[in-house]
C-alpha cells in the first residue's frame, strides 16, 4: 500500500535559517504530492503541491521538487521565520481507487526569535 | 466564500453519551472526508462521502460510529457511547472531485474530550 514517512520532529531553528524537511513515499502508481501546514488550533492548509515528476511547488518562499528517481518531496525555505512555526505534513494522492491522501505523521517545526 | 465549516469547535462529553460532529463542505463541494487526529499522531482516514452516499469507510471503526451526508444539510459524523479513548480532534475536509491532482480543504476541527 502507500505510505508516506517524514523527519520526525520537533525541528527546531532560529530565525532566518534554512529550513529542510524530509519526506519520501511508497506508491504503487503516479501520485500528486502535496504538502499541508497546521498552524496550532487550526485544521490543515494547502501549502504547496506538484502532480508529476520533476515538477517544483512553490508557495510563500517554501518550495519542494518531485523527485521520483528518489521517491521523494523535501520541504525547503530558505529563511524561516517566527510565523511558520507549525507542523507540516506531507501527503500523497494517487489515481485510481477512491483518492483518499496518505498523510505523514506530521513535522512539528518551532522558530525562536 | 466561506470554507469549510465544522461545529462545534469544542465538546466535552461524558462516557457513554453521544457525540455529534457536523461539517458543512465548501460551496460546490461534494466529496466529504472525515480525519481523527490523536495526541502526537498523524492524520488517520475514517470515512469518505459524496452526497447520500459512502464511497469508503475503510478507517471507520466497526462499532459506535457511523457518518452520514444526506442530500440537504451537514455531514454528521456521530459516535455512540464515548470511551476516553476517542479523545481526539476531528477534522473534516471537502473537494469538488475525486481527481488524483484535487487537494483538499480541510476545516477547523472539532476537538472532542471524554471525560
Known amino acids: 500500500g502507500n505510505s508516506v514517512t517524514q523527519m520526525e520532529g520537533p525541528v527546531t531553528l532560529s530565525e532566518e535559517a534554512f529550513l529542510t524537511i524530509n519526506c519520501t513515499y511508497t506508491?504503487?502508481?503516479?501520485?500528486?504530492l502535496f504538502w499541508y501546514v497546521q498552524y496550532p488550533g487550526e485544521g490543515l492548509q494547502l501549502l504547496l503541491k506538484a502532480t508529476k515528476a520533476d515538477d517544483k511547488g512553490s508557495n510563500k518562499g517554501f518550495e519542494a521538487t518531485y523527485r521520483k528517481e528518489t521517491t521523494s518531496f523535501h520541504l525547503e525555505k530558505g529563511s524561516v521565520q517566527v510565523s511558520d512555526s507549525a507542523v507540516y505534513f506531507c501527503?500523497?494522492?494517487?489515481?485510481?481507487?477512491?483518492?483518499?491522501?496518505?498523510f505523514g505523521r506530521g513535522t512539528s517545526l518551532i522558530v525562536h526569535p | 466564500n466561506a470554507g469549510v465549516m465544522q461545529n462545534p469547535r469544542h465538546l466535552v462529553r461524558r462516557r457513554g453519551q453521544e457525540a455529534r460532529l457536523r461539517c458543512s463542505p465548501m460551496k460546490g463541494h461534494s466529496h466529504v472526508y472525515w480525519y481523527r487526529q490523536l495526541p502526537e499522531e498523524g492524520l488517520k482516514f475514517m470515512v469518505y462521502l459524496q452526497k447520500e452516499n459512502i464511497i469508503d469507510e475503510s478507517g471507520m471503526p466497526k462499532e459506535r460510529f457511523s457518518a452520514e451526508f444526506p442530500k440537504e444539510g451537514p455531514s454528521i459524523l456521530r459516535i455512540q457511547q464515548v470511551v476516553r479513548g476517542d479523545s481526539a480532534a476531528y477534522f473534516c475536509a471537502s473537494s469538488p472531485s475525486r481527481a488524483p491532482n484535487g487537494e483538499q480543504y480541510f476545516g477547523p476541527g472539532t476537538r472532542l474530550t471524554v471525560t
Open positions: 501527503a500523497l494522492s494517487e489515481e485510481g481507487g477512491s483518492y483518499i491522501p496518505t
Open positions: 506508491a504503487t502508481g503516479y501520485p500528486s
